[in-house]
């Protein structure tokens, strides 16, 4: 038994550098390490990192396909060939930024999609940046990675997505104002993403007037028994900003279960028509639905013909945004090097200015001047109807 | 009051399946004395046989057997499939490691474990997978029950609660009461004795992986039924079953089965009255208390070593 015992404490010790690890962030910028000229016509890379396995899988799984599929069909059109690579982060910080190092090291690679979560944004940007790349997410929401006085973010950072400090803000205030709920409860699931999502919503909701009790899950938790006893009868409204819609939809049948009245709002992570659909529930997305944008049906066809079997959910379609943005800026540097691409920092250059029409999340697609966010990014809410569907209420 | 009730219907749901995973833990440890760290990846593997099944059958919103015939089926097939797949595990990875140093079979279960995880992502994709129970008869496992006070006690709760006490009792009353438990026994107090008073070892510890994975199978069902899967939830889980195999004592069964109930209540009650923060930081720290100050467990035997 202490052998056992002393087995044990190794691994426990283990677990702890683990932790330790994984919470490191990257020393500062030590300067740039432009590549050499590359020439155009050769076969430049892109990296995607984004979790492909682990707790977060379904969502780098997903964003990887749309991500695919935009460089399959889009490449021509830009005039270049890309190979994407995908590095697998796990959802772990520090695993971000061994994979950044090592796409830093490969002179072919002249951009980063993603990465696609906050916390591994923070890790990495600084890396990425030094040696010129642009990163550009499809999903990291985290408001202090682009604004604010301490942000945690490099110029290198874009995002196709607006942040928490729009989308929080735009649920509060249709939960106080179009819902008259006076008492709301938010649960996030200790992870950055729901963190701050959570926060931004509790403030506004303060601001409002609203009573708000504040409660975390693990992120690996998908019982909610014992929180949903906790959930007051009065509540009017349990704030879900989780990122697995099965999630949301277990909460909201285990508010039924125990004869709470609450109803769910999820955030952005659980809008999937296929996995939450408890009806009276709402959910918020950074877009309406695109599978109702004319120009979008051609595309998600074309997806669903090399992704058999695949659903349609709300992290994918920004992955294909993100790719597009970043092929755009590629093939715009191309152009302003005649043909070559004089250093990674030139596409850094040109993403800012990359402006697209028929953007597959709805209009037409640019930045801010002010920020590396989309202009004008707006989130809209919907209501599951009785027979599933999503049915837009704001 | 009504909360109480409800926090200990939450808990003995909970514990219910940690002690069906920590009864495989301990069966194996028992016997091998060998940490089996696949195990949580069986439950797992359980939870996607049971939706595979569920799926065959029509799939929760139009099944073509009543729900109670279902609901058997797909704790059987788990049960089934969770055998064979441990009876698989114990001859390739760790049969021909059996008189290796200790560290070698530990490697070779975290080689089997992450085998599992990827094979299984592999096979059906990294996203969550909901059994989606609460389409079954309108809702009819949810939603219909017996009251206690103010708090309904629904089907599927009463359901999950009882099979997982019938399957502990069966299990005890095997061990304890038949030829091939009085050799499991045997086996598990001196296996060289046993071997030399005719026990077929080989048999015995494929019989321990049969039950224990079984075991693991429906716990993973159970689960399922009522929370989302995924490839990566046996992680979670089997650390927990194996926090309380250890809080009972690794090895004894009576142990598995109230270290698992006492875990489900800790982090049921944890989550109500303290924080939901806590609940894991409350588990593990009963586990280091007991590790510190009774690493041998509520049930366990403490090493006597002969100088």
Same mark, same amino acid.
């Given at each position: ?394 | ?24 833990? *301990? =069966?194996?440890? $028992?016997? !091998?004395? @060998?940490?089996? +760290?696949?195990? %949580?990846? #069986? ?5 996607? &046989? ?84 609460? *389409? =079954?008869?309108? $809702?009819? !496992?949810? @939603?219909?029950? +017996?009251?206690? %006070?103010? #708090? ?5 709760? &009463? ?88 809080? $009972? ?59």
């Amino acid at each position: 038994m202490k052998k056992f015992s002393r087995l044990l404490a190794l691994l426990c010790i283990a677990a702890l550098a683990s932790a330790a690890a994984a919470t490191a962030r990257p020393s500062s910028p030590s300067g740039s390490s432009a590549a050499s000229a590359l020439n155009c016509k050769s076969t430049l890379k892109i990296a995607f990192l984004t979790p492909l396995t682990g707790d977060a899988g379904f969502l780098g799984t997903e964003q990887m396909s749309w991500a695919k599929y935009a460089v399959k069909t889009l490449q021509g059109k830009y005039g270049l060939k890309i190979q994407l690579l995908g590095g697998d982060t796990q959802l772990d910080a520090s695993l971000a930024s061994s994979l950044a190092q090592k796409y830093v090291a490969d002179p072919k690679v002249v951009a980063i999609l993603g990465p696609s979560t906050s916390g591994a944004v923070a890790a990495t940007s600084q890396t990425l940046y030094a040696a010129g790349l642009a990163h550009i997410s499809p999903s990291a929401t985290r408001t202090s990675l682009t604004k604010g006085t301490n942000r945690e973010a490099t110029p290198g950072f874009f995002r196709v997505v607006p942040d928490d400090s729009v989308q929080g803000p735009t649920d509060a205030r249709f939960m106080a104002k179009n819902l008259k709920a006076k008492k709301v409860v938010l649960i996030d699931a200790q992870e950055p993403y729901s963190v701050g999502l959570a926060d931004a919503t509790q403030a506004t909701l303060k601001s409002l007037g609203v009573t708000t009790i504040r409660e975390s899950v693990n992120v690996s938790q998908s019982d909610f028994s014992s929180i949903v006893t906790k959930v007051p009868s009065d509540t009017d409204i349990v704030f879900a900003p989780f990122q697995q819609p099965p999630k949301a939809q277990t909460l909201a049948q285990q508010l039924i279960e125990q004869g709470k009245k609450a109803k769910v709002f999820g955030g952005d992570g659980t809008n999937d028509s296929d996995k939450f659909k408890v009806p009276g529930s709402y959910v918020s997305n950074f877009a309406g639905p695109i599978d109702s944008i004319p120009y979008d049906k051609a595309i998600i066809a074309g997806w669903k013909k090399d992704n058999p079997g695949a659903t349609l959910g709300s992290f994918g379609p920004p992955a294909y945004g993100a790719a597009q943005v970043a092929m755009a800026a590629i093939s715009k540097a191309c152009a302003a090097g005649h043909g070559k691409l004089a250093s990674r920092k030139a596409v850094i250059k040109q993403v800012k200015s990359v402006q697209i029409k028929n953007w597959i999340l709805g209009g037409s697609f640019r930045f801010s001047s002010k920020t590396n966010d989309p202009f004008n990014g707006r989130f809209t809410i919907f209501q599951i109807q009785s027979d599933g569907k999503y049915k837009v209420v704001a | 009051m009504d909360d109480f009730i409800q926090y200990t219907i939450n808990a003995l749901t909970l514990g219910s399946v940690y002690a069906l995973i920590a009864l495989g833990y *301990s =069966l194996v440890y $028992g016997i !091998l004395k @060998l940490l089996n +760290f696949a195990h %949580g990846d #069986v439950f797992m593997v359980g939870a996607y &046989i049971g939706f595979g099944m569920l799926n065959l059958l029509g799939g929760a919103t139009s099944p073509v057997v009543p729900v109670w015939l279902l609901l058997t089926i797909m704790v059987a097939t788990a049960m089934a499939g969770c055998a064979v797949i441990g009876v698989a595990i114990e001859r390739f990875a760790y049969r021909p490691l059996r008189d290796a140093p200790r560290i070698a079979p530990l490697i070779s279960a975290l080689g089997v474990s992450f085998f599992l995880t990827y094979s299984m992502q592999l096979l059906f994709g990294a996203e969550q997978r909901d059994y989606n129970a609460f *389409s =079954l008869d309108n $809702g009819v !496992l949810f @939603l219909k029950g +017996f009251d206690i %006070g103010n #708090v309904r006690v629904p089907l599927l709760r &009463i359901v999950i609660i009882s099979s997982a006490f019938v399957l502990m009792i069966a299990l005890w009353l095997l061990v304890n009461r038949t030829r091939t438990g009085k050799a499991m026994r045997a086996t598990s107090f001196d296996r060289e004795a046993a071997a030399m008073m005719g026990i077929d070892i080989d048999r015995v510890i494929r019989f321990a992986f049969v039950l224990g994975s079984a075991l693991a199978g429906a716990a993973g069902v159970m689960f399922a039924l009522r929370a989302p899967a995924s490839v990566t939830i046996g992680f979670v889980a089997g650390l927990k079953g194996f926090t309380a195999a250890v809080i $009972g004592g690794i090895g004894s069964i009576p142990g598995a089965m109230v270290g698992g109930l006492m875990l489900g209540f800790a982090e049921s009650f944890t989550q109500g009255y303290v924080s939901t923060r806590w609940s894991d930081l409350a588990v593990f720290t009963i586990l280091i208390l007991f590790m510190l100050f009774r690493p041998q467990g509520l049930f366990g035997r403490a090493d006597i070593r002969k100088v």
